[in-house]
């Protein structure tokens, strides 16, 4: 069974950064399409990034510039790193596939707000 562990969410200033980690077990991580995706209070989820196993990257509009995704598959880990905080950032922060394969973990949430 895939499990999925969200962290390093929090309440932070717009403008500011954080860190947000994904640690997956039960799966081959390397070999998989890992991906991040948000939902906001009373918004579907959506997926704002994803890492192919090449290593490739591709991110929609509204983060482009500011999210950088990356993983360490040593660790099972996938990353993204948020610079520039804005308001509509808030939200839960979820990993999964691109095609939200696995079961949804808890989530990790954001907050931007001064």
């Known amino acids: 069974q895939v499990q999925l562990v969200e962290s390093g969410g929090g309440l932070v200033q717009p403008g500011g950064s954080l860190r947000l980690s994904c640690t997956a077990s039960?799966?081959?991580?390397?070999?998989?399409?890992m991906g991040w995706y948000r939902q906001a209070p009373g918004k579907q989820r959506e997926l704002v990034a994803r890492?192919?196993?090449?290593?490739?990257?591709n991110y929609a509009d509204p983060v482009k510039g500011r999210f950088t995704i990356s993983r360490d598959n040593a660790k099972n880990t996938v990353y993204l790193q948020m610079n520039s905080l804005k308001p509509e950032d808030t939200a839960d922060y979820y990993c999964?596939?691109?095609?939200?394969?696995?079961?949804w973990g808890r989530g990790t949430q954001v907050t931007v707000s001064s």
């Open positions: 999964n596939t691109p095609w939200g394969s696995y079961p």
């Open positions: 890492i192919y196993s090449s290593g490739n990257t």
């Open positions: 039960g799966t081959v991580f390397g070999i998989t399409s």
